[in-house]
């Protein structure tokens, strides 16, 4: 990925299409920090306790395995609205 497609990432919510891609005011997002999906928003609406401490695996074309692979994510310690990469998955 070079640097312009890494412009386009940013602020970005992961899963929106490319008409809306920004976040809206009423909801609760993660920034996604490393990995391929640096820089992108999660969106963490409506998500228990548990399925946050959890992390999560999403799909991605970007990361190691290529199409159908995942970048895993979770959150980081003390601060819910960051999550940190922990690697890919196949």
């Known amino acids: 990925m070079d640097r312009n497609d890494e412009q386009l990432l940013r602020g970005r919510v992961y899963g929106t299409d490319h008409d809306h891609p920004g976040p809206l005011p009423h909801c609760g997002y993660a920034e996604l920090v490393g990995g391929p999906l640096d820089g992108?928003?999660?969106?963490?609406?409506?998500?228990?306790?548990?399925?946050?401490?959890?992390?999560?695996?999403?799909?991605?074309?970007?990361?190691?395995?290529?199409?159908?692979?995942?970048?895993?994510?979770?959150?980081?310690?003390?601060?819910?609205?960051?999550?940190?990469?922990?690697?890919?998955?196949p």
Request: glycine residues 16%; charged residues 20%.
């Open 40 to 89: 992108l928003l999660l969106d963490i609406t409506g998500w228990t306790a548990d399925e946050i401490q959890t992390g999560v695996a999403l799909m991605t074309e970007l990361g190691q395995f290529g199409a159908g692979g995942r970048a895993l994510y979770d959150p980081r310690p003390g601060q819910r609205n960051r999550w940190d990469w922990s690697g890919d998955s």
